[in-house]
């Protein structure tokens, strides 16, 4: 090793914390700016349009480009599209901050999308060049409770930032902490890239890249405001009456089955390629990221329909709601801790089956005690063990995809896995959201039919606590003239939630299933003192 490489080596740790703290940053911006909305919304006078785009604009933007800069990493320097990314970000984050309008935040946020979409491939990219053997596990197991504990942190963050300061702080807060991890990495991670460093030239696959998965995102997040296949009645655009989002479907599909087909003629013919399809001969790289997609559905049961419960069910502000979630990272913390111990018996693939059936048993529990007068010990122990799951699960199953991909190719399988990851987000957001909202409103009709037939009004009412995701809830529960409704729609959101988690633990058990594939022929580990290959940088 010359001396750079040497220092690089040494400090490997501490360049750990700075690239999970990159990744925690844009976990904690979404679920900050989720809890701050209800300020911004007083304080910009937003339209219901532009509430719906400050927060989708950001996740469409994030999705599209993601396996873009996978490949790009590899040819320009992971380190430092990482860096190009924490700035844009973080840039962009202080526009957002001093939006005096609706289009200036969408506009802004767009902007921090762009910035946010390249850092998870590229950090991960980072993590697969610098460690080796058993370090590696416990890389990404810090990466996997990050992701999982962040999700839980950030309400609580976001809630005292918003009610002790202003929505303004929920932006002015990834200032700080984007400055010291751009600084961390300066000190403390090498730069890796591809050894081979022709030009890129596969521009129509990037422009159909970002096409295919820009649409199939956006249907999968507006299928409930647009129709799955009829049109709403406020939908935006219908055609004739019936709904966009199945032709996005299949604009997509055709789109992203024309780029597979590309790419393979472009391998064949020795061309530059957006994504090396021959990728997906290694079967720990192709299995595993169909169990990150499913994975990445179930794992939505909670963290998408609990918030709302904790608020409009039991009655918390949004502050309480996120320390009600705090066993949930908690629990991953405590995951990571352990891996390095626990990959001494069990193997990687043997890690993230536990922790399926760790996140599916917590959600059986969940869904099988919740009740509308819950105690926070019926959520939080489940919250608790649900948390380890995500810590053991999510670390190793993406240490399982990188495990056989060439080191110069890290970028494109990263971005890969991250992108499947957030396209089966977006799927737990499609099918989990339409399971709690499509229970809280047949649940809340089924207990009030004789009052709606009674009085007719009664089910606009209901309609407009179906609309308002459960939010109008204590509304109506001020006034006692529509208490009951009220009391309803508490006991069918309680069942939304468990309904949600009953088709969240469906998915987990399928992406339980896909993990037998990963366990035949499973590489041993590499001997712990191995040095990892990089290309330092003075």
Known sequence: MNSATDRYHRLRWWGLAAISLGV?????????????????????????????????????????????????????????????????FVGSSIVCAFAPTGTWLIAARALQGIGGSMIPPTALALLNATFRGSERSIAFAVWGSTIGSMAAVGPVLGGWLTSAFSWHWAFWINVP????????????????RQHDTARFTDWLGAAASVLGFGMLVFAL???????????????????????????????????????????????????????????????????????ALTVSLGEFGLILSLPLWFQYVLGMDALQAGLALLPLAVGSFLASGSIHSLSKHLSPVQLVRLGIVLEIVSLAVMALLI?????????????????????????????????????DKSGQASSTQSTARQVGSALGIAILGTALFTTLRAGTEARLTDEIAA??????????VSDSAGALIAQLSENPMTAAIADAAREALTQGVAVAAWVGIGALIVGLLTTIPLGRGERKPAAPDEAPALEAEA
């Open 455 to 464: 009085s007719p009004g009664i089910g606009d009412l209901v309609d407009a």
């Open 371 to 407: 009740r509308p007068d819950s105690t926070l010990w019926v959520t939080g122990v489940p919250l608790f063990f649900y948390g380890m799951g995500v810590g053991f699960a999510t670390a190793q199953l993406t240490q399982l995809i990188l495990a056989d991909v060439p080191l």
């Open 177 to 192: 902490f984007g400055i010291l991890v751009i600084v961390g990495l300066l000190v403390c991670v090498a730069e890796s």
């Open 24 to 88: 925690a940053l844009i976990i904690m911006d979404a679920t900050i700016v989720s809890v701050a909305m209800p300020e911004i919304i007083s304080s910009l006078d937003l339209t219901t349009t532009q509430v719906q785009w400050v927060q989708e604009v950001y996740t469409l933007v994030f999705a599209a480009l993601l396996m873009v800069w996978g490949t790009m990493s590899d040819r320009i320097g992971r380190r430092r599209l990482l860096i190009i990314g924490l700035a844009i």
């Open 221 to 291: 997040i507006e299928g409930r405001a647009y129709g799955w296949w009829m049109a709403t009645d406020d939908a935006p655009v219908s055609l004739g009456g019936f709904s966009i989002i199945p032709v996005l479907f299949v604009a997509a599909v055709v789109v992203l089955g024309a780029l597979v087909f590309w790419e393979r003629s472009r391998v064949a013919s020795g061309k530059s390629v957006l994504l090396d399809v021959t990728l997906f001969r290694i079967p720990s790289f192709s299995n595993g990221n169909v169990t």
